[in-house]
């Protein structure tokens, strides 16, 4: 039999392509969760419970959420990257990671096929196969929902015939969910007016009377909320989720230009990361000067595009995370944040490395560092161009006419 690797989640696709696989093709069939940080270990039990329900040969889990962290999510806080100005990166982002997993796996035991239970209308399919073709260039690629052009509903007859016992109903909605958000796509989410309903999120609102939390953060990385200190990123950006999502926040439909050129739109809930983001960009605001700013944002616009379209192993990508890598060396303090049902906004932050600084002046008010003369003789300066262009040409006159 040949081998294969099936990137598994448990969900109604890849539980189709693990019983389309051995019971229909003859693979033995290797079922791996790639966990990008979302799961409880319970979860985790039942899902490879089901899984070798379903006859796979084995059932592995990778855990790799502190790689996620390390060389993607880190940049993704430290460019305040959101496509779009909306979507935190959810899914793309860890489709790198958990791709990247995949292919080292099955080059160590030895599999000739990979598959992965992508659509022929998405970005994944494009995100996983470009980092196949790169690390495990010899090794077929499987994929059975694209090739098989299936529907939802046509999958779920599929599991129903072959006696699978699952909740249909929650399967009419693909759930990707990672320590860095959950994506929701669903039959709303396929029209350009709808909504999706609250019972599609994963996360029920029972939080509402408003509360205000403190990020801290040392050189870009939060490190402590509420003054509680963590061992690693990870655990922060984690206890942010717990204290904000119960609120509802976070929660949106992002519309963005999928990588194969159509329009698509998909639901997401990110209370931790859209505030943590947020928290971070208003540090910056006060720790980084004009330019450092202006530059960071050209940059981290195109990381996340770059990134989101699967070009993660680009070594474009390394130099640009050196660059900012370098523009946190001061972006570190407290920022306070208040939590309210469906909102957050930001209070104010505190650090040493504050530009607003009082000893230089107050904005609109009086300054230390400069007489009126020196703004005088300054202003002359800066618009002595411009006013060398009007001059000039407004004694030509109209002769160019």
Not at 45 to 61: M, Q, T
Not at 162 to 191: D, R
Not at 385 to 395: G, P, R, W, Y
Request: aromatic fraction near 10%; hydrophobic fraction near 35%.
């Amino acid at each position: 039999m040949k081998k294969v690797v099936l990137a598994y989640s448990g969900g109604l696709d890849t539980t189709f392509c693990a019983i389309h696989l051995s019971k229909e093709k003859g693979y033995e069939v290797h079922a791996v969760l790639v966990n990008t940080g979302g799961f409880e270990q319970e979860e985790l039990d039942n899902i490879g419970e089901r899984a070798k329900k379903l006859g796979v040969a084995s059932f592995k889990v990778l855990d790799v959420v502190s790689t996620y962290y390390n060389e993607v999510i880190k940049f993704l806080i430290f460019g305040n990257v959101l496509k779009n100005q909306t979507y935190p990166l959810s899914v793309s982002a860890e489709r790198i990671l958990q791709a990247k997993a995949l292919a080292e796996y099955s080059k160590s035991i030895g599999a000739t096929s990979i598959a992965h239970g992508s659509t022929g209308a998405g970005n994944d399919q494009v995100r996983f196969d470009m980092i196949f073709h790169t690390i495990i260039p010899d090794v077929e690629i499987i994929t059975p929902i694209r090739d098989l052009k299936l529907s939802r509903e046509e999958e779920i007859s599929f599991l129903k015939k072959h006696g699978v016992s699952m909740n249909f109903e929650k399967a009419a909605y693909s759930i990707n969910k990672g320590i860095w958000g959950t994506s929701v796509g669903g039959k709303e989410t396929l029209t350009s007016d709808q909504a999706l309903p609250e019972s599609a999120y994963p996360t029920q609102v029972s939080a509402t009377q408003p509360e205000s939390i403190t990020l801290t953060f040392n050189k870009g990385e939060l490190v402590a909320v509420n003054g509680e200190k963590f061992d690693h990123p990870v655990q922060a950006i984690l206890k942010v989720q717990e204290l904000a999502s119960p609120f509802g926040i976070g929660r949106d439909i992002h519309v963005g230009d999928t990588i194969i050129g159509i329009k698509g739109r998909v639901g997401f809930e990110a209370a931790g990361p859209l505030v943590i983001i947020k928290a971070h960009q208003l540090l910056e605001k006060h720790t980084l000067t004009k330019w450092q700013s202006y530059w960071k944002n050209q940059i981290s616009e195109f990381y996340g595009n770059h990134l989101h379209e699967g070009h993660y192993l680009d070594p474009v990508m390394r130099n640009l995370e050196a660059f900012m890598t370098d523009t946190q060396t001061y972006v570190s303090g407290e920022v306070k944040v208040l939590l309210a049902p469906y909102r957050f906004s930001m209070i104010g932050v505190s650090s040493k490395h504050d530009l607003m600084s009082s000893k230089f002046g107050s904005y609109g008010e009086m300054n230390k560092g400069y007489t009126a003369e020196d703004v005088k003789g300054f202003t002359k300066i800066l618009g002595n161009q411009t006013a060398i262009f009007h001059k000039v040409n407004e004694s030509l006159g109209h002769e160019n006419d």
